[in-house]
């Protein structure tokens, strides 16, 4: 049997090429979904921490919609100045175009942060319309 030791050692590499890719697979993402950095920005800033805890216990005076632009300020203060300083968000006012800029403005705002924290370079822009085609 002299073949033998040779399909020992093309199974031993092929072994652990799958260890290695597997482990390569399961590596967190170093961009997860942007709903999650959404939502985790959304409880910081109601909670204790962001100072928008709620209408009801007294902590912003008005209603749902001064509670809504202090949560708003709080996720990002650059996106709500941009959006919201001059004309901040009223009571039973409909949220539209400018409630999904905003929201892409955290979100842009939030994986840059990541990047750079992890050192890698910022995610491209994806441009509407536009289809990436490998080269």
Known sequence: ?????????????????????????????AYPHPQQDWEQLRRRCEGLGGGCV???????DGGVAAWENC?????????YGGLYERDALE??????????????CV??????ARAAA????????RTPGYKHTRG
């Open 1 to 29: 049997m002299g073949g033998q030791p040779e399909l020992r050692a093309l199974l031993c590499v092929l072994a652990i090429a799958v260890a290695v890719g597997g482990a390569a697979a399961r590596r967190p993402h």
């Open 54 to 60: 709620s209408v009801d216990d007294g902590s912003v």
């Open 71 to 79: 949560v708003r300020r709080c996720m990002s203060p650059a996106c």
């Open 91 to 104: 009571e039973g006012e409909e949220e539209g175009e400018r409630g999904a800029t905003f929201r892409a």
């Open 107 to 112: 979100l842009r705002e939030a994986r840059q």
């Open 118 to 125: 992890l050192g890698l370079p910022p995610q491209p822009r």
